[in-house]
């Protein structure tokens, strides 16, 4: 059965720093990538960064690259925030992709963790 739980979610100022962390268990070994996603109110999923099996490929959207980086270490995945922005504000979700799709597609994914709130504003 896999689990994903995040936590690490705050309220920060605008130019401050936040990392979130996903603890997994029970995912397949043969999965495709992990990734982060996000969601505000009356706005779709968004892909923000994805991460291949043993880190050998990252991708970002185009609104965080450059601010957010993803990392995995054993059965944590990380999102380290920085220069954070009042648009980064959402609920941020990790999840696992175990078949064909992309990278930042939310269709692409089969589990999810249940979501860490993050708030920016000053």
């Known amino acids: 059965q896999v689990r994903l739980v995040e936590s690490g979610g705050d309220s920060k100022q605008p130019g401050g720093s936040l990392r979130l962390s996903c603890e997994t268990s029970?995912?397949?070994?043969?999965?495709?990538?992990m990734a982060w996603f996000r969601q505000s109110p009356g706005k779709d999923r968004e892909g923000v960064a994805a991460?291949?099996?043993?880190?050998?490929g990252k991708y970002y959207s185009e609104s965080v690259k450059g601010r957010f980086a993803i990392s995995q270490e054993n059965n944590m995945l990380y999102l380290q925030m920085n220069s954070l922005k009042p648009e980064d504000t959402a609920i941020y979700f990790c999840?696992?992709?175990?078949?064909?799709?992309?990278?930042?597609?939310?269709?692409?994914?089969?589990?999810w963790g249940q979501g860490t709130q993050v708030t920016v504003s000053s």
């Open positions: 999840a696992v992709r175990v078949g064909i799709g992309s990278m930042l597609a939310p269709s692409a994914y089969t589990y």
């Open positions: 029970g995912v397949p070994r043969s999965y495709y990538s």
């Open positions: 991460i291949s099996p043993r880190g050998t």
